[in-house]
C-alpha cells in the first residue's frame, strides 16, 4: 500500500485558509485519492477539548510554555490516533496548521526559542513532517479585517496586531528556509488568481506521484 501524502495549509487569522482548502481536497479526490481533512489543535475528541480550553478566554493567565505543551499534547493525539494510521492506510491528509503554527505562534508570536520547539516537535512526531505546507499570507490589517466579521474573537484573535505581524513575519521566515516543502500563496490577490495557484499546485503535487 502507497503511502498517503500529507499536506498542511498555514497562515495567520483571516487569510481564507478554509474555503482554499476545501478547493485543494476536490482537487486530490477528483483525481482519485481519498482525503481525510483535519485540524489543529484537534482533530480527535481530546484534543478539540484541547483546542476549546486553548482558544476560550480564560482569567487565569496561561503561561506560554503551557500553551505550546498543550498544543503539542493535541498533535501527539492527532498525529498517533488519525495522521498516521491514514497515510499508512494511503489516504492523503489534508489539515488546517500542524507544527509550523506552533512555530510561527508560539515561536515567532510569543517568543519561546525555536530550538525548544523544534526539540517538542522531534519528541512528538520524529519524522512525521508535511510533504507539502501551503502558505497563505496577507498583510495583518487585512487577515484582522476579514477574522473581525466571524463574530467574538477568542483568545488568539485578541491579541494585538504586532503579535500577528511577528507570526506572519515568522511564518515568510519559514518558507524562506525550507523552500522545498513550503509553497506561498498571496492571498490579496484576486480569489480566481489564488484558485489558479491552488489548481496549479495541486497538478504538481499529483504528477510528481
Ligand atoms: P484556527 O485554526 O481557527 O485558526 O484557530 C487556532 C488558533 O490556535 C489560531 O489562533 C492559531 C493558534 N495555534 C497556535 O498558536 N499554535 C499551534 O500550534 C496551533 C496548531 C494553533
Known amino acids: 500500500m502507497e503511502r498517503g501524502k500529507f499536506i ?3 497562515g495567520i487569522e483571516g487569510v481564507g485558509k478554509s474555503t482554499n482548502m476545501a478547493a485543494l481536497v476536490t482537487h486530490i479526490e477528483n483525481a482519485g485519492h481519498t482525503v481525510l481533512t483535519t485540524r489543529e ?5 481530546l484534543a478539540e477539548d484541547i483546542r476549546e480550553l ?3 478566554r480564560s482569567d487565569e493567565p496561561i503561561p506560554e510554555i503551557a500553551e505550546l505543551l498543550l498544543m503539542f499534547a493535541a498533535r501527539s493525539l492527532n498525529v498517533n ?3 498516521l494510521p491514514a497515510l499508512e492506510a494511503g489516504t492523503w491528509i489534508v489539515s488546517d496548521r500542524f507544527t509550523d503554527s506552533s512555530r510561527a505562534y508560539q515561536g515567532g508570536g510569543r517568543g519561546i526559542p525555536m530550538d525548544t520547539i523544534d526539540r517538542l516537535a522531534d519528541w512528538v512526531h520524529g519524522e512525521t513532517w508535511p510533504d507539502l505546507t501551503i502558505l497563505l499570507d496577507a498583510p495583518v490589517e487585512i487577515g484582522m479585517q476579514r477574522a473581525d466579521t466571524r463574530g467574538a ?3 488568539f484573535e485578541q491579541e494585538r496586531h504586532d503579535f500577528f505581524q511577528r507570526v506572519r513575519e515568522c511564518y515568510l521566515q519559514l518558507a ?3 523552500p522545498e516543502r513550503f509553497v506561498v500563496i498571496d492571498t490579496t490577490q484576486s480569489l480566481e488568481e489564488v484558485r489558479h ?3 496549479e499546485i495541486a497538478g504538481v503535487l499529483l504528477s510528481n506521484i
Open 176 to 178: 524562506i528556509n525550507d
Open 8 to 10: 498542511t495549509i498555514e
Open 197 to 199: 495557484e491552488i489548481r
Open 81 to 83: 490516533n488519525v495522521i
Open 54 to 56: 486553548l482558544k476560550s
Open 153 to 155: 474573537p477568542d483568545r
Open 41 to 45: 489543535p484537534g482533530g480527535t475528541p
